[in-house]
């Protein structure tokens, strides 16, 4: 049985907008599994478009209509609580789908672990390499920054759309915009790292 579940964001760790939730589960002898199951939102999403239609529109209708370059789980996610979405009924009915197969393996490989030690007080984030995160975070922040002066500008230039526009004419402007921002920024990201030896 499933006693906790905990979100995790993958943003300060890898610089991606990435939500994983850990899964603690009680066995049948009434004693906890030492490692919690690792489900992330994209599998929840997965699941819920096949046999959860109605709520996985609701999220999708969510997602879409939130402004962000690459990944955004935390933005979603933080927006399901706040419209009071029970997002984690529906990580529990994920898992209860799992064939029970897969669920008895993760005990075992749990119960099988060997305890990690820190020698000296290293911390164990010492040996991690960050560029990942710094690469992911630079190209989001770099994105998002030219979106909003890119806005101001057109709004400056071109006032009576947004006076006029209707939901559908506004719909197909956001998504030209964020075309057009995410091909000038892998460009100019390819650019600047090419000939420039810039270290992502």
């Known amino acids: 049985m499933i006693t906790k579940i905990e979100e995790i964001s993958d943003l300060e760790e890898f ?18 599994v030492n490692v919690p199951l690792t489900i992330y939102m994209w599998e929840v999403r997965r699941f819920m478009n096949i046999h959860e239609r109605k709520a996985a529109a609701y999220i999708n209708k969510i997602s879409t209509g939130l402004r962000c370059y690459g990944a955004k789980d935390g933005k979603i996610v933080k927006a399901l609580h706040e419209d009071g979405f029970p997002i984690h009924s ?53 994105a998002e920054n030219v979106d909003e002066l890119v806005q101001k ?46 270290r992502k």
Do not use: C
Request: aromatic content about 18%; hydrophobic content about 35%.
């Open 15 to 32: 610089g991606l907008d990435l939500i994983k939730f850990r899964v603690y589960l009680r066995k049948n002898d009434g004693t906890d």
């Open 153 to 198: 500008e057109i709004q400056k230039f071109y006032p009576d759309f947004f006076t006029n526009a209707d939901t559908r004419k506004y719909a197909k402007y956001n998504e030209a915009l964020m075309k057009a921002v995410n091909n000038f920024v892998d460009k100019m990201d390819d650019f600047l790292t090419n000939e420039f030896h810039v």
């Open 90 to 142: 529906f990580v529990e009915k994920y898992v209860k789908s799992i064939p029970q197969e897969k669920i008895d393996r993760h005990i075992a490989w749990a119960e099988s672990r060997e305890p990690v030690y820190l020698s000296e007080g290293k911390n164990i984030n010492a040996a991690r390499d960050f560029s990942f995160s710094s690469y992911y975070l630079r190209r989001t922040m770099f």
